[in-house]
């Protein structure tokens, strides 16, 4: 299929004739060279495709192919002039994929175990699911004074164990560690109308779950790439008008998110832009003197004021 845009195709070693697995990964501006250190020695029925999603650097286009020729894997990376957002290179790292099921492995991701993809082969051959949500971790990822917010919120939020997991549903499902067969994901693509930042995966899980049960297991990765607190802060912003189009698409699912709940009571309250820069002093402790547990809440509360600004 030809894209209706600008893009280059390198291929870094030649195609994979039938491969069992390909690996997907979208990057804007962020280097994924040490997720492809950790998939050093793939089997030999494993292929991964990478999008460049406008970041126009060769420096970083360079390290990447370097990276990927380390790996000895069959590799491609296609490079977009313009940034189109995660949903749309997710779709198109789709009609790129040979493989017959994909592995969705966020740039920043580095996987927890050296059997990492052995674990989803292994999956693959004994289950077959439509889709399974490997986990998320923090294993050897240790926090800065920049990155401590996001540590905490995401150690309480997102390290999960599978059988917890498995009870939240979609809603516990993120696209940075996700198989899906490649058949299903061609009948069920991702909303490009999700743009910018953030929810596209969620919206995802939440239709797919529909389509089919979501698999949860303990295959995890780590995030490498924690935020630092005025970038969650920037992201918390633009995440509003997809947090809204979430809202609007499943209402009775989102309708039980704390952070829909939280939104629709701060649509309400008054002077809300000055509750907001509250939220944000506190969420930043420019005195180096604020619990973690106060920062961690007024960063909630933050979000959700964002997100007010956009619901209905």
């Known amino acids: 299929m030809p894209a209706p845009y600008s893009e280059r195709l390198v ?3 030649p195609r994979a004739q039938s491969p069992r697995l390909s690996v997907l990964t979208p990057y804007y501006r962020y280097d994924p060279a040490p997720m492809l250190a950790a998939l050093a020695g793939a089997p030999r029925d494993v292929e991964i495709v990478l999008l460049d999603d406008g970041s126009r650097s060769a420096t970083l286009l360079s390290s990447v192919i370097a990276a990927a020729e380390r790996t000895g894997a069959p590799v491609r990376v296609i490079v977009w002039e313009e940034n189109r957002g995660r949903a749309e290179a997710r779709n198109r790292l789709i009609t790129e994929a040979r493989g017959e099921y994909v592995l969705f492995l966020d740039a920043d991701m580095i996987p927890e175990s050296p059997r990492f993809l052995h674990t989803w082969l292994a999956l693959i051959q004994s289950q077959r699911p439509f889709t399974a949500f490997g986990g998320l971790s923090l294993a050897n990822v240790s926090p800065t004074s ?8 995401f ?3 997102d390290c999960l164990p ?8 979609a809603q516990a499902v993120a696209s940075a560690n996700l198989l899906v067969r490649r058949d299903f994901l061609r009948a069920a693509p991702f909303d490009a109308n999700f743009t910018g930042w953030g929810f596209e995966d969620v919206d995802w899980a939440l239709s797919a779950a529909r389509r089919a049960p979501i698999l949860h297991i303990d295959n995890p990765a780590a995030h490498a790439g924690l935020d630092s607190v005025e970038a969650l802060m920037r992201k918390s912003a633009e995440a509003g008008p997809n947090f809204a189009r979430l809202a609007a698409k499943h209402p009775e699912s989102v309708a039980r998110f704390a952070a829909h709940r939280t939104a629709r009571m701060l649509k309400h309250a008054p002077m809300r832009a000055h509750l907001r820069k509250l939220f944000a002093w506190f969420a930043r402790d420019p005195l ?3 619990p973690m547990a106060l920062r961690r809440t007024a960063f909630k509360l933050y979000r959700a004021s964002c997100f007010a600004e956009h619901l209905a």
Do not use: I, K, Y
């Not at 920049?146 to 919120?153: F, G, M, V």
């Not at 599978?162 to 549903?169: D, E, L, P, S, Y």
């Open 11 to 13: 291929c870094v070693a």
């Open 146 to 153: 920049e990155t401590a917010l996001h540590h905490d919120l």
């Open 155 to 157: 150690a309480r939020s």
């Open 162 to 169: 599978a059988h917890v997991r498995q009870r939240r549903g």
């Open 288 to 290: 180096s003197a604020t």
